[in-house]
């Protein structure tokens, strides 16, 4: 069963903190990363530096900014094969946004075509 | 006859469709073929009588049907384990001793990735086996409503592979915690008037107590219902609420707190602290008469410690205010931040009118009026209040 997780930070990455957190947090990522099945996406900048498209009338049009509110944008993703939803729900309790503020999606992938 | 037919169906259905959930993966397929094997067990029994198993006559029906109808519908077969397991499948399951998946059932129908409501919806339908117009009834939603509730619900236990099993032990805890969250609720949906909840709880619980002995918080919650439960004759006179204080102990079933304390003390047995037996503690002590009052303050105080709960709280005031009168009782009242509570101003009514403080204990009750919903509960306080204004002043406590 394949899951996608949506990294939400809130506002955790734009709140400087202590080297020794940071440090920390990169620790809590790379043992993340071990896991087994997951797959990371490629690392996302900040939603501040978004740019949204929508068509309308054939029209192209552009916003600066994500699709959703800053504070609501997604951070980034990743892909995990995990037997059943509570790997995943166990998965992304340890990914540091959770506990900073933020949270994750799981959602199932689904095959459409 | 037919009640016999309805107690076999009772106490099968749940243990049917969950070994069927557990064969078949698929919550759909295995409820309409449940559903099946107990039409035609309604049409077969009565002629040719009970079989002597009832449980394994019905788990091979449902399940030759299912499996029938999986061969006739390849898209279907797509969708369900029975794929991967073609023919074997049928073969490995020994109809007489079919596994009891009940609990892997309620676990997965309590899953925290469903919502409390679907988690409620979906315990009742598919171990309790009422139907979705029951469940909406009981809950006052439209049938549609409930329907949908049910539907979403299933979708999201396939889509997202809420798994069918008994949680590992570290998850165990948590996961225990909101199955018998989903149960109370569902007991108290029924304490407050719908009876046949409070009775699906019950047996709920009980069937939980068999499938966990050594879980303290199980037993605890079972004997909390079962003693809160024997009160119910007591708690209405005439359709009127009754005041604890002016219960009838006559009216206790008695047969039902000795079951109560017996799960209590097996549940003590164990070495249970949680809320539930402390809770249950507390509701046997009321059961005595006269109450043990400073014992019952006692362990409120020791549930509002371990739960933080101003609801706790405004109970273990009412205590005290028996044990040191009404004012110690007004003061913890007072400390409280539940201003949209309405018994937190009933309660604090009550002490004032003890107090004497006729004037303040009337605006207290007007208070706990604009704030309550049941009717039953607001015909109450509206008696307090005319008590209120019928007797004197006094300006001794």
């Known amino acids: 069963m394949q899951y996608v997780l949506l990294i939400y930070h809130g506002t955790s990455l734009t709140t400087p903190l202590p080297e020794d957190e940071q440090k920390r947090i990169y620790a809590e990522w790379a043992e993340v990363n071990k896991t087994p099945g997951l797959t990371g996406g490629v690392p996302m900048g900040l939603p501040e530096n978004a740019t949204t498209v929508r068509v309308q009338d054939g029209k192209t049009l552009t916003t600066d900014g994500p699709f959703v509110e800053l504070k609501e944008a997604v951070g980034g993703y990743a892909v995990l094969e995990a037997d059943n939803l509570d790997a995943a729900i166990e998965l992304a309790s340890r990914i540091p946004a959770a506990r900073l503020g933020g949270a994750i999606e799981i959602r199932p992938s689904e095959t459409y075509w | ?397």
């Open chain 2, 1 to 397: 006859m037919v009640t016999t037919l309805e107690q076999v169906f009772r106490d099968q259905w749940g243990r049917v469709l969950a070994a069927l959930i557990g064969f078949l993966g698929d919550f759909d397929l295995a409820e309409e073929a449940a559903q099946e094997a107990f039409v035609i067990a309604a049409e077969r029994w009565p002629q040719d009588g009970t079989p002597a198993n009832p449980g394994a006559w019905l788990m091979t029906t449902a399940r030759n049907r299912a499996v029938n109808r999986i061969r006739r519908d390849r898209t279907l077969a797509a969708k369900t384990r029975l794929l991967q397991v073609p023919q074997a499948a049928e073969d490995t399951m020994d109809a007489t001793t079919f596994p009891d998946e009940r609990l892997e059932l309620i676990f997965t129908c309590c899953h925290p990735a469903l919502s409390v409501d679907a988690q409620v919806a979906l315990t009742l339908r598919t171990l309790g086996g009422l139907t979705t117009g029951e469940i909406a009834r009981a809950f006052l939603v439209p049938e549609p409503t409930m329907a949908q509730r049910l539907v979403r619900a299933k979708r999201k236990i396939k889509a997202a592979q809420i798994p069918f099993r008994v949680p590992p032990d570290h998850l165990l805890p948590d996961r225990l915690a909101a199955v018998l969250a989903v149960v109370y609720l569902i007991f108290n949906q029924g304490y407050g008037g719908r009876g046949d909840l409070a009775a699906e709880a019950l047996w709920l619980g009980r069937a939980l107590a068999e499938l966990l002995p050594d879980e303290p918080e199980v037993h605890g919650l079972l004997a909390l219902m079962l003693l809160l439960d024997a009160r119910q004759q007591a708690r209405f006179r005439d359709g009127e609420l009754v005041l604890l204080a002016d219960q009838d102990h006559s009216l206790l079933d008695t047969a039902e707190i000795a079951q109560g304390r017996q799960a209590l003390e097996r549940a003590l047995a164990l070495g249970g602290h949680g809320p539930y037996v402390v809770q249950a503690a507390i509701a046997s002590l009321h059961a005595d008469q006269p109450r043990d009052w400073p014992q019952i303050a006692a362990l409120y105080g020791e549930l509002s410690r371990r739960t933080g709960s101003p609801v706790v709280e405004l109970s273990r005031a009412v205590a005290v205010a028996e044990v040191q009168g009404p004012q110690a009782g007004l003061e913890i009242v007072d400390r409280l931040s539940l201003q949209d509570y309405h018994y937190l101003h009933a309660t604090r009514g009550e002490l004032l009118r003890r107090l004497g403080r006729t004037d303040q204990a009337r605006e207290a009750y007007r208070r706990a009026l604009t704030l309550v919903h049941d009717d039953a509960e607001r015909r109450l306080l509206q008696r307090q209040l005319a008590e209120l204004d019928a007797r004197p002043t006094k300006n001794t406590p």
